[in-house]
């Protein structure tokens, strides 16, 4: 299984509103307030209350979170690498994201003459009709997307040029792709040093506050394994399933209110041991990055 069949590139596109509009004027009245240069800064203009866009951002937000956590990066146009096997489940996530999206852009432009009415006297001289498009022209401003486009394959690369510049060319190709699929490949491994290496420091810090999100992003970023290892590691898979059976033993309430127990130091040691645990198995197979 070559990786152009065992996975694809996906981006997440989305358009929005911004509700925010540059005021040239305003802009030199506040300069010329502060005895400033006129290029000393800008004035940008909320056009609307925040708020009103809330919903719309929710969704945009909780979208842009599947996305990021359910792909690999790579170094290809700002795509991002999806293993084929969770193609279906992502596609089907994404649309609902998409018809929530959508939903709340239609509830937005419905009330948006009703927002209007508000502005004026929120903006009072910084009020300019023009600044606001009309309700057709707002909801074409929004759109939520993806665009899957194959890995390109150097076998099938087909061109009308001389057989030396295409030779050149494959090679190039085949240094960028094999460097992109270390990039993805890493990803997975950088995610999970990240989340350990998290949880270690704020369970070493005695009496720091934590959410249960600490130990349980662990458990859900290892239960997305194997559907991120397009792959098929080995290793990766062993120490997913290794890190599973560890997280699942933590009692969270206990490591809670271990109070001067040694249950959370015991913890934070154990996830330590984990945590250089990957760092090795990343170094034993790129080195140790600058980062790490």
């Keep these: ?24 004027s305003a ?4 300069c010329e307030l502060n005895e400033a ?11 609307i209350d925040k ?11 909780s979208a842009r979170n599947y996305h990021y956590q359910n792909t ?46 508000h502005v004026i006297n929120n903006l009072k001289g910084l009020y300019n009709s023009k600044d606001y498009p009309t309700q ?29 510049d295409a030779d050149t060319i494959k090679e190039e190709l085949t240094m960028r792709l094999a460097a992109a699929n270390q990039v993805a490949a890493q990803d997975i491994y950088m995610r999970l040093y990240t989340a350990y290496a998290k949880a270690v420091v704020v369970l070493q810090t005695p009496g720091k506050i934590f959410r249960n999100s600490l130990i349980l992003n662990i458990l859900e970023l290892a239960n997305k394994i194997p559907d991120l290892n397009f792959q098929n590691d ?3 898979h062993t120490l997913s399933q290794s890190i599973i059976k560890d997280i699942r033993k933590v009692d969270i ?33 790129w080195g140790i990055p600058d980062d790490l």
């Design 234 to 236: 080995p290793a990766l």
């Design 72 to 117: 690999l990066a790579w170094d290809h146009d700002g795509a991002d690498l999806l293993p084929a096997k969770h193609y279906a489940t992502y596609v089907r996530e994404i649309g609902a994201y998409k018809d929530e999206f959508y939903q709340a852009v239609d509830n937005f432009v419905d009330t948006y003459p009703e927002i209007l009415t």
């Design 1 to 24: 299984m070559t990786l152009s069949t065992s996975a694809m590139l996906v981006s997440l596109r989305i358009s929005q509103w911004s509700a925010r509009k540059y005021d040239r």
């Design 27 to 30: 802009s030199k009245q506040v």
């Design 37 to 47: 240069s006129l290029d000393a800064g800008n004035f940008n203009k909320q056009l």
């Design 253 to 285: 309430e206990e490591l809670r209110n271990s109070g001067d127990s040694t249950y959370r130091e015991d913890t934070a040691n154990d996830l330590q041991f984990t945590m250089e645990s990957i760092e090795l198995a990343y170094a034993d197979k």
């Design 136 to 164: 057709a022209e707002l909801r074409k401003k929004f759109s939520m997307e993806i665009v899957v486009t194959p890995i390109p394959d150097v076998g099938d690369f087909r061109v009308d040029l001389s057989q030396k």
């Design 51 to 61: 708020a009103d866009l809330k919903q719309i951002q929710r969704v945009v937000n």
